[in-house]
């Protein structure tokens, strides 16, 4: 009989999070869920009773999070798989941005998933195994107008997940980008910080507004499959996209950029080094 894994999940009450909590619940494994507001999770709370803890976090709070990722772990005795998914965004143009609201996006989606990623490490180092899930974006790659401050918060995550990847890997823990499309979730509303806008960009407004639609894009709960399968995984990928929209668009920005490259090659080499 294979013995329940536990999982650790922030963000966990809406969105993606929510999705991954009901998956890893519904498969029989027991979940310690994090996030501000629990509330969201009186259903699963009530419904599983034995294998759900929730936990209060606000992940851009160091301290707190160390707190609480060792009463996370100190509940099941372990931690197996850790989900760092907790995230808001920043929309509008980079010039319009103030300092408190860039600061506020990094301060979530970038400072927060390091402290959890640094809180959860020496429980899964001591342990001798582990699978974190850094949840970054499919934009991660490259920013996109309005929606820049996220991308590059979460390109900032992808970066370091990366080298915290190659740091562990000795210690028998896992890492993997996880790369999700846009979902309907919570973070194009709740999550959602508008900077004040510019008259300037009303016209690039409008444009992108008429891009995107009002398709909201597809339930967060048809993501949770590749998440389990993903997390079930004994050699599990550093990248993954979730999406097949979004795989077949980030291969394109991947093509455009090696074409770019490729058509500038001659300037790059005029340089040594």
């Known amino acids: 009989m294979t013995t329940a894994r536990v999982w650790f999940i922030t963000g966990a009450s809406r969105g993606l999070g929510r999705a991954f909590t009901e998956?890893?619940?519904?498969?029989?494994?027991?979940?310690?869920?994090?996030a501000r507001d629990l509330s969201p999770l009186d259903d699963l709370a009530a419904a599983h009773p034995e294998n759900l803890v929730r936990l209060t976090l606000d992940v851009s709070d160091r301290?707190?999070?160390?707190?609480?990722?060792?009463?996370?772990?100190?509940?099941?005795?372990?931690?197996?798989?850790?989900?760092?998914?907790?995230?808001?965004?920043?929309?509008?143009?980079?010039?319009?941005?103030?300092?408190e609201e860039v600061r506020a996006q990094f301060d979530v989606n970038f400072f927060g998933a390091l402290w959890v990623a640094q809180a959860v490490v020496p429980h899964l180092r001591a342990q001798g195994s582990?699978?974190?899930?850094?949840?970054?974006?499919?934009?991660?790659?490259?920013?996109?107008?309005?929606?820049?401050?996220?991308?590059?918060s979460k390109a900032a995550l992808d970066s370091l997940s990366q080298a915290l990847a190659m740091e562990v890997a000795p210690f028998g823990i896992k890492v993997t980008i996880v790369q999700p499309?846009?979902?309907?979730?919570?973070?194009?509303?709740?999550g959602t910080t508008m900077t004040g806008p510019h008259p300037e960009y009303e016209p690039l407004r409008v444009q992108l507004s008429?891009?995107?639609?009002?398709?909201?894009?597809?339930?967060?709960?048809?993501?949770?499959?590749?998440?389990m399968e993903l997390a079930g995984l004994a050699e599990p990928p550093l990248r993954l996209i979730v999406g097949s929209a979004s795989y077949d668009l980030v291969q394109q920005l991947d093509q455009a950029r090696t074409q770019e490259y490729r058509t500038w090659e001659h300037l790059s080499r005029q340089a040594p080094g």
């Not at 998956?23 to 994090?34: P, S, T």
């Not at 301290?63 to 929309?91: K, Q």
């Not at 499309?181 to 709740?190: A, H, I, K, M, V």
């Not at 008429?210 to 909201?216: K, Q």
């Open 63 to 99: 301290a707190a999070v160390r707190a609480v990722v060792d009463r996370a772990a100190a509940a099941f005795g372990r931690l197996d798989v850790v989900v760092n998914n907790a995230g808001v965004m920043l929309l509008g143009m980079v010039e319009e941005a103030t300092e």
């Open 181 to 190: 499309g846009g979902y309907g979730t919570d973070l194009f509303t709740r």
């Open 23 to 34: 998956a890893a619940l519904k498969a029989g494994e027991r979940v310690v869920a994090a």
């Open 210 to 227: 008429e891009m995107w639609g009002e398709d909201a894009g597809p339930d967060p709960s048809t993501a949770a499959p590749v998440i």
């Open 130 to 152: 582990g699978h974190l899930l850094q949840v970054t974006s499919m934009g991660s790659s490259g920013g996109f107008a309005s929606t820049g401050f996220y991308a590059a």
